[in-house]
């Protein structure tokens, strides 16, 4: 008898046995109580639960009488735990002086009805009693499962191997998140110890798993696997099965009519990306450092490959471009792995070659077109970006993507926010030197666009209550703030090179005429809220800075000779409706100083 574990309820003390309530005439008895067994691990397996059944007189006040007993096995004999479930217990019938010492007297008679497990032909004296009882499991060691039990026992069964591999994937979630650990430590042992034989399929049961807490209902386990991988993970060889398999279906997929696999393993790669870094780590550490350029030739080998996917011009929704889009989806969780290897500079590189890869065509019924600029964003709001050396790099590709966004109007509320945190990070996180480089970058690629944003969606004719007035007005704010932010940090040497960068006076002519219409637009009354006087202050800072610098150029090009009437009025304009406006106008009733 395992003695103290029988809980009766929380707070209670456990014991090895558990006397019911008693019914009073009462032939079909139901007594509906609940009872937790929190027996070891060790201690499961050959253990059993016994029921006895005796009758309470109420003239003989001494023992209660046995008559019949029930008892089921916790473990069946292929090492599986009973299923949960309700099962109907044989009762086996027996004097009242009998004593159980010897428990294997009775262990080989049945003791379920139907389905007579452990049946050994045994002669029965029928009965027409059963007793009911309701299990349920609840561990991460023991498991009602065969097929899984088979995987987590591979060693002992090695030609079963490529079944349990197969199987995996119709075991329930349930079940395979329970022994997670247990799970992907078989699947590296696999790995480890026959990697020409099972790679592939060992790589297949890595992304069911990975995709599996991908899952709203098993997503709280992702946690569990980054434990894993940064404590319990030791598989110091799996780098290189794993980018070689990877490899090998990143070059498939081009050519592959389906696809659905290989999008779920292109949707598994970041924590493909996790166990490939953890495992190289590993395997410098205990090597001091060794394959390292066969390491780094493999890595551009597969980036190499993802390009030449990535560069292959896709339309609607095929499967190509599905794949596409699932892998610039899933792609910047996975510069913060390579970071732990790799020199900022190189990841930049990295990261740049295989976003310019994509192709510069637009279509307007491209789906993929929001998909890559969704991957812009997230590659600006990431560890990467934050960098000056990295974004420094990134800079490029990312005003290359928006530019053809704004070049199109499409996803404008998307292309606010890149904006936004662009301007942000170049800002906070710059030096002056840094910040400097930046803003020429970005005026050369987006001011002229940026104007033209502007002026597009302030000049559209707004219905009420319309989804296109509610998009624009949504952005109209991000796009000026934009504008005053960039203007803001442009210095006498960016004005300089933006004019000298002009070919003809009639550029020159177009650019002034838009940038002064914008300013007359920024200057409207209901172009901010009444309250937001900082706001004003600081656009009215910035028209005027900017119209400094931009008089040389005025004077020298559209003045005596080359006298231009439109220019001029619209800057005579634009000067009016500046003078005039009502915060300058209640200043005019201050009273001034002595």
Request: with cysteine.
């Amino acid at each position: 008898i395992l003695q103290d574990y029988i809980s009766f309820g929380s707070g209670e003390p456990t014991a090895h046995e558990y006397h019911s309530f008693v019914l009073y005439h009462n032939n079909s008895p139901r007594w509906s109580e609940l009872l937790k067994l929190p027996i070891p691990v060790d201690k499961f397996r050959g253990a059993h639960i016994r029921f006895e059944f005796r009758h309470c007189s109420t003239k003989e006040k001494g023992e209660k009488k046995l008559f019949g007993f029930s008892f089921i096995p916790l473990m069946q004999e292929d090492g599986r735990t009973f299923p949960d479930g309700t099962h109907e217990l044989i009762v086996h019938k027996c004097e009242e002086n009998t004593v159980f010492q010897d428990s294997c007297r009775y262990l080989k008679l049945p003791f379920l009805k139907g389905n007579q497990h452990g049946n050994n032909n045994q002669a029965v004296k029928t009965t027409k009693e059963s007793f009911w009882i309701t299990s349920f499991l609840c561990s991460t060691k023991l498991t009602q499962n065969g097929d899984m039990l088979d995987l987590l026992k591979w060693r002992m069964h090695p030609d079963k191997i490529p079944g349990c591999l197969s199987k995996l994937k119709e075991i329930d979630g349930s079940e395979i998140v329970k022994f997670l650990q247990d799970t992907l430590d078989t699947l590296f042992g696999i790995l480890n110890e026959s990697s020409q034989k099972y790679a592939s399929k060992v790589f297949d049961c890595l992304v069911h798993i990975i995709n599996l807490l991908q899952d709203s209902k098993f997503q709280h386990f992702k946690p569990v696997m980054d434990t894993y991988i940064e404590g319990h993970f030791s598989g110091a060889l799996a780098y290189r099965d794993l980018i070689k398999v990877l490899k090998w279906y990143v070059d498939r997929i081009i050519e592959a009519e389906r696809q659905e696999h290989i999008q779920e393993v292109l949707k598994a790669q970041e924590y493909i990306f996790k166990y490939i870094v953890q495992s190289r780590k590993l395997f410098a550490f205990a090597t001091g450092g060794q394959n390292e350029e066969e390491f780094r030739c493999s890595i551009q080998e597969l980036l190499m490959s993802i390009r030449f996917f990535l560069s292959k011009e896709s339309k609607g929704a095929s499967a190509l471009a599905q794949s596409q889009a699932v892998f610039l989806n899933s792609f910047p969780a996975v510069y913060s792995e390579l970071l732990k290897l790799f020199d900022v500079r190189e990841v930049a590189k990295m990261v740049h070659d295989t976003l310019g890869s994509l192709p510069t065509v637009m279509h307007a019924d491209d789906a993929l077109q929001d998909i890559k600029l969704q991957c812009i964003a997230k590659t600006v709001e990431s560890e990467l970006y934050s960098n000056p050396e990295s974004r420094f790099i990134l800079l490029p590709i990312v005003l290359h993507h928006l530019h053809m966004h704004l070049q199109e109007h499409r996803d404008l509320v998307m292309c606010a926010r890149i904006l936004s945190n662009m301007f942000c990070l170049s800002k906070k996180n710059s030096s002056e030197k840094c910040a400097m480089k930046e803003i020429d970058v970005i005026v050369n690629s987006l001011l002229d666009i940026l104007l033209r944003t502007i002026l597009e969606i302030t000049s559209r004719p707004q219905q009420s209550g319309s989804a296109m007035r509610l998009q624009f007005q949504d952005v109209t704010g991000e796009f000026v703030a934009s504008l005053l932010s960039l203007l803001r940090q442009m210095t006498d040497r960016h004005y300089q090179q933006l004019l000298e960068s002009f070919n003809t006076k009639d550029e020159l002519r177009d650019f002034l005429l838009q940038i002064f219409t914008v300013f007359r637009i920024l200057i409207r009354p209901e172009m901010f809220p009444k309250d937001w006087t900082v706001m004003r202050f600081v656009a009215n800072n910035v028209i005027i800075t900017t119209v400094l610098y931009l008089s040389d150029a005025l004077r020298k090009n559209f003045l005596n000779e080359g006298f231009d009437y439109k220019i001029w009025d619209s800057y005579f304009y634009l000067a009016v409706i500046f003078i005039n406006q009502s915060c300058f106008c209640s200043w005019k009733c201050l009273p001034l100083p002595r």
